[in-house]
């Protein structure tokens, strides 16, 4: 009896050798990138070396799904883009490919859309989380001002606030953080933050 408490159960991840992952720390190109296999984890393309990112928290998922949500009620009533979760966006810029947990195209701009986005959303949405926050704020937001992003919606779960900043002129963001906030690119869109975080 005793001999049956030391054996080890086979766990389906160790039968199919999908345990690690595959493409961690490797160095590559944008186009190296498209030619990955999928090997079962979430990389972050850090001055083009793949880092492997930890699953967001329950919470993260809860508040992307929100406002994805809410996104897309707005949009089955205006028809005016597409909304879309966390697809790897290679902006014209050249750097590192980008995960937004949220995008939004334009329908005039959905030609930027083939397997994945090869242009710049007009609307981006990131939920901050402890492992990334430093990157959303800082090198991130730069990125998608410089590139042309109109909007970026940030998330803040531990402080319960949302901030929308505005793209003037690719020079400087426009912070805003009132307790309703309005899209200046999506006419009627908006977002109470205090029922968004209920």
């Not at 990955?36 to 919470?59: C, N, Q, R, T, W």
């Not at 195209?105 to 994945?116: D, G, R, S």
Request: aromatic share 10%.
């Amino acid at each position: 009896m005793p001999a049956l408490l030391h054996r080890q159960p086979k766990t389906k991840s160790l039968e199919l050798n999908i345990d690690m992952p595959r493409y961690a720390e490797m160095k590559l190109s944008r186009e190296e990138y498209l030619d990955l296999e999928e090997d079962g984890f979430k990389y972050d393309m850090i001055e083009g070396v793949l880092k492997v990112a930890p699953s967001g928290e329950f919470e993260h998922g809860k508040l992307q799904l929100s406002f994805g949500s809410k996104l897309i009620t707005y949009l089955e009533k205006t028809d005016v883009g597409k909304a879309v979760t966390e697809i790897d966006t290679f902006l014209p810029d050249g750097g590192d490919v980008v995960r937004p947990d949220v995008s939004f195209i334009l329908t005039e701009n959905l030609p930027i859309v083939k397997t994945h986005i090869h242009g710049v959303p007009d609307l981006v949405c990131e939920v901050l989380s402890p492992g990334s926050m430093k990157r959303d704020l800082g090198i991130k937001a730069q990125r998608y001002l410089k590139n042309g992003v109109n909007e970026y919606w940030v998330v803040f779960p531990k402080e319960k606030k949302i901030e929308l900043w505005i793209n003037k002129n690719k020079k400087e963001w426009d912070r805003k953080s009132t307790p309703i906030l309005k899209s200046s690119l999506l006419k009627g869109f908006k977002i109470n933050q205090k029922d968004f975080f209920k």
